[in-house]
C-alpha cells in the first residue's frame, strides 16, 4: 500500500479485480464494457480479440485532483491512468494501473509523485485519498454495468 492507501502490486499502483457474470457471454460482457465506456466518455485504446476464448478492452481515463491544503486552481493536477478489461464466458478482470500525474512541464508516475521536490517534504495523503475514492467510484460503475 502507498501510504497505506493505493493498493501496490509490485511498486505500481495497480487495482485489479475478477468477477463472475453467471449466464453472461463473452459478446454481453464487452457490449456492456464498451458501454461503459461511452457513458464516461473514455477513448478505447485498444479493442481486440487475444484468442478464442480472450477478449481485451483498453482505454485512458483522465481526471482532476486537488494537490495541497486549499482549493486554489493551480493546486489540481491531471491524474492519468489506464483501464484494462480481460473477458471470457461469464468472467472479465478490470486492471486501472500505469498512473500519472500530469503537470505544465513534466509526466510524473504518481507512485514518486512530489518525492523528489524538498528532501523533507511530507506526501500529501489527502491528496491518495482522494484519488482512492476516484477510483473506487469508477470501479462501483463499472461493476453495476457489467451486471446489466
Known amino acids: 500500500m502507498l501510504l497505506d492507501i493505493l493498493p501496490l502490486k509490485g511498486q505500481k499502483v495497480v487495482y ?40 481485451q478492452i483498453e482505454g485512458e481515463l483522465q481526471f482532476q485532483e486537488l494537490w495541497g491544503p486549499n482549493d486554489f486552481p493551480e493546486l489540481y493536477k491531471s491524474v492519468y491512468c489506464t483501464i484494462g478489461l480481460t473477458l471470457i464466458n461469464e468472467r472479465y ?10 503537470e505544465p512541464q513534466s509526466e510524473i508516475q504518481l507512485e514518486i509523485y ?23 467510484s469508477i470501479i462501483a460503475s463499472l461493476e453495476l454495468k457489467m451486471m446489466e
Not at 479485480?17 to 466518455?41: G, P, R
Not at 478482470?93 to 500530469?102: A, E, M, P, R
Request: aromatic share 10%.
Open 16 to 55: 485489479t479485480k475478477v468477477h463472475e457474470v453467471i449466464d453472461a457471454s463473452k459478446l454481453q460482457l464487452s457490449e456492456n464494457a464498451q458501454a461503459w465506456f461511452q457513458e464516461h466518455e473514455l477513448r478505447i485504446a485498444h479493442n481486440q480479440a487475444l484468442d478464442e476464448r480472450h477478449h
Open 93 to 102: 478482470q478490470y486492471q486501472i494501473s500505469n498512473f500519472i500525474v500530469k
Open 114 to 136: 512530489k518525492m523528489d521536490q524538498k528532501k523533507l517534504q511530507k506526501y500529501n495523503p489527502d491528496f491518495y485519498k482522494r484519488i482512492d475514492a476516484k477510483i473506487k
